[in-house]
DNA sequence: CGTTATATTGAAACATCTCAAGGAGGGTGG
DNA sequence: CCACCCTCCTTGAGATGTTTCAATATAACG
């Protein structure tokens, strides 16, 4: 679980904060005022940091400050809180980067949310991120660049792999089909995403299709290039078995996933990950075929359709044509069955 | 498609010979005597040689003596087409090195199935031997050896990876258990496979356990060294690179298996998995407990039970004990529901 | 504004799971 | 060497979850 470090000089509402965060099963780190949440927070580099604006010695925009420009804590996701919301405050703690901010008074669910939300952000930037760094330019030099809209296949299961691909911007569905003509959602890419990489390593044809959900940006690399890079290159192939390994990682959940849980839960999860994917800003809203979520959950139309009515009368969910707006994402997941 | 070279000086045989692998998909190449068959052979390097033994200008032996010692040719599955069975002329050809042999007169399915088995046995050896080559001696140089005996756990979900597992001799299966308790076949291990190693490269906790299936012996490798060493050496991250994306196509096949497959179907495959990881020579037959085919299925063990006593009695298997015996691999791949 | 694609609902057919009970084999200790 | 226990395998029958087919409603699009 994730560690938050709080930086808060009133003893009351610091404790008070760290035992709601303890409850929900993060592990906290105090520090009452500006100048030892600095130091602590180089030391022991918190996954987020929660920070009072108004303090003695340091105050909060001091600590930001110094924290932005440390190696260690440059990108910790950083939520200010502030006394009462003045809007001023607020500005200008996120214009020097601050990520998120909560006011004072708060309840537990506003603190727990806000907190949720950020850490769950910051892994996918994080994942993003990385990608468009440094020796992935040697990656990119030979691309080149296509559009394509919603709908269009940018290659289908057979086509020998002469590109990898990364999208720059979209949405796109990697999918496989079986002799029956039914269709598996086997990778949703967000931006900064690799796909059809697998088959073009060993030269093979590609054993999946690719679909835009929506008007996508997408980069073709030459499979030659790629190849090549990876085996001189040990930071490109050392990224990309990072990112073959969290493709393991979560392919595996899957096939556990579709062993044994019902479709009920499935289609819970399959709208999470669309949240997780594709969320831009909580409340968490999204256009998505009803194939879509049928096809990632490995089931029928019908089915999952009958599945969303449930969660709607449930109130989990609300729902207007295609557009799917998740009320209560926190009980999809917990749901039991 | 795999490419066959046939030399056989009898035009009539090698005309039937190759309608007959033309009609089972393969793509052929012949040949009209020995010399001819070692040129084509270098050339063209076919995934599989059959070759006749009684030859004008350079007979079967010569051929085998000569294509052994070339690097293109010399890892090529290569059996022999032997007038009568004279067991001294088979003896002789086994001793230089053929895979297989063949009788004349045979019949169709005889040359299918024993082309068919070489084929895939060489794809098995060749994804096995690999690793034991070159810079794989840095990867072992820490290596500890234990011994296990069948139903130890070798690692657990949740256990830190602290090693990375090579599995020299026997067979271990790896899951993943939901909440309910209920265990899904990851993978299974064969002799020269690495397990556990996806975790080890994010320096995380294993997300998936391991069991023996019968006494094995597995090499651990510290994961410190294992990431040092994918760091630096390009071999050994291309190489990983390539395993695991060979693990990904088979986890995108299982994932469309268990969406929409029927039990049956599955089972099936999972028998014919089983096969081709651990047949040692046909007829394959093979201890498993039920449990394992049911969870390679994602299916309730008495489920799976019934599927086995349906092949049975469709005299696909043959059952005795814990024991299973398949009799036709061919029905059961092409089971159609 | 019509036409097509997509979403929704109902009811029956079907596949699979669960629970329950019985059987076969293998090993252990008396 | 036999009786017993334990584990694993097998079968039955009812309950349940899911798919399918068919009909209708709604949204999307030119």
């Not at 998120?100 to 850490?119: A, G, H, M, Q, W």
């Not at 269009?152 to 720059?168: E, K, T, V």
């Not at 799917?324 to 999809?332: G, Q, R, T, W």
Request: with cysteine; hydrophobic share 35%.
């Amino acid at each position: 679980m994730s560690t938050i470090l709080v930086i808060e000089d009133n003893l009351d509402i610091r404790e008070n904060i760290c035992e709601i965060l303890d409850l929900a099963g993060y592990t906290t780190i105090d520090a009452e005022n500006g100048k030892i949440g600095v130091e602590k927070a180089v030391e022991q580099q918190p996954d987020l940091i929660l920070c009072d604006i108004m303090m003695p010695e340091l105050d909060g925009y001091g600590v930001l400050h110094i924290l932005s420009k440390r190696e260690e804590t440059l990108s910790t996701p950083f939520i200010f809180l502030t006394a009462k919301a003045e809007k001023s405050d607020v500005r200008r703690g996120m214009n020097l980067g601050a990520d998120d901010y909560i006011t004072k008074p708060f309840d537990e669910s506003d603190l727990l949310t806000t907190v949720d939300n950020r850490l769950r952000k910051h892994q996918q930037i994080g994942g993003h991120r990385q990608t468009d760094h440094a020796s992935f330019e040697q990656l990119f030099a030979n691309k080149s660049i296509k559009h394509y809209s919603a709908k269009d296949i940018i290659f289908r299961d057979g086509d020998s792999a002469l590109n990898i691909y990364y999208l720059n911007s979209g949405k796109v569905k990697v999918t496989k089909m079986n002799n029956d003509g039914k269709e598996a959602v086997i990778d949703l890419c967000k931006p900064g995403d690799f796909f059809g990489y697998w088959s073009a390593l060993q030269n093979q044809e590609h054993s999946n299709s690719a679909e835009c959900l929506e008007n996508s940006e997408i980069w073709l690399i030459p499979s030659e290039n790629f190849r090549e890079l990876v085996m001189e290159n040990s930071e490109i192939s050392s990224k990309f078995l990072k990112l073959m390994t969290n493709n393991l990682l979560i392919k595996e959940h899957k096939i556990l996933d579709l062993a044994y849980e019902s479709v009920r839960k499935r289609i819970a999860t399959a709208l999470l990950d669309l949240r997780d994917k594709y969320s831009t800003d909580e409340p968490f809203r999204m256009k998505v075929s009803r194939e879509t979520i049928a096809s990632m959950a490995g089931t029928s139309i019908e089915t999952a359709i009958r599945m969303l009515s449930e969660f709607k009368s449930d109130g989990l969910i609300e729902v207007n044509g295609s557009e799917i707006h998740l009320i209560n994402p926190e009980k999809l997941g917990r749901m039991p069955y």
